[in-house]
């Protein structure tokens, strides 16, 4: 079993940082792609961007561009997210996510593994 945990979370400001970290670990040596996914109350999760391992690109969501910037570490299954200039529509959980098997990195109904989710808060 893949164990996967976030971290970095908090309450800030428009226009502040913050970076979140994620682990994936257990029987994950052969995960092909980690990815990092949001949900806000009452709406439906949403895709943020995710890093293959290997024979991809990285991927990004249009709302996201430009702001967000996705590094990792394959070697020991490790995935970054640094966030710029927030806005109060980035509120939301965010969701470390891994998937076993080459394709899209996209939906996030193919990824077979998550974490508990990091509340992140971005006040006007």
């Known amino acids: 079993q893949v164990q996967v945990v976030e971290s970095g979370g908090g309450l800030v400001q428009t226009g502040d940082s913050l970076r979140l970290s994620c682990t994936a670990s257990g029987r994950a040596n052969s995960i092909y792609a980690m990815g990092w996914f949001r949900q806000a109350p009452g709406k439906e999760r949403e895709f943020v961007a995710a890093?293959?391992?290997?024979?991809?690109?990285?991927e990004y969501a249009d709302s996201v561009t430009g702001r967000f910037t996705i590094s990792g570490d394959n070697a020991k299954n490790m995935v970054y997210l640094q966030m710029n200039s927030l806005k109060p529509e980035d509120t939301a959980v965010y969701y470390c996510?891994?998937?076993?098997?080459?394709?899209?990195?996209?939906?996030?109904?193919?990824?077979?593994?998550w974490g508990p989710g990091t509340q992140v808060i971005v006040s006007s």
């Open positions: 996510a891994a998937k076993k098997y080459v394709g899209s990195i996209r939906y996030p109904m193919i990824y077979d593994y």
């Open positions: 890093r293959p391992w290997r024979g991809g690109s990285t």
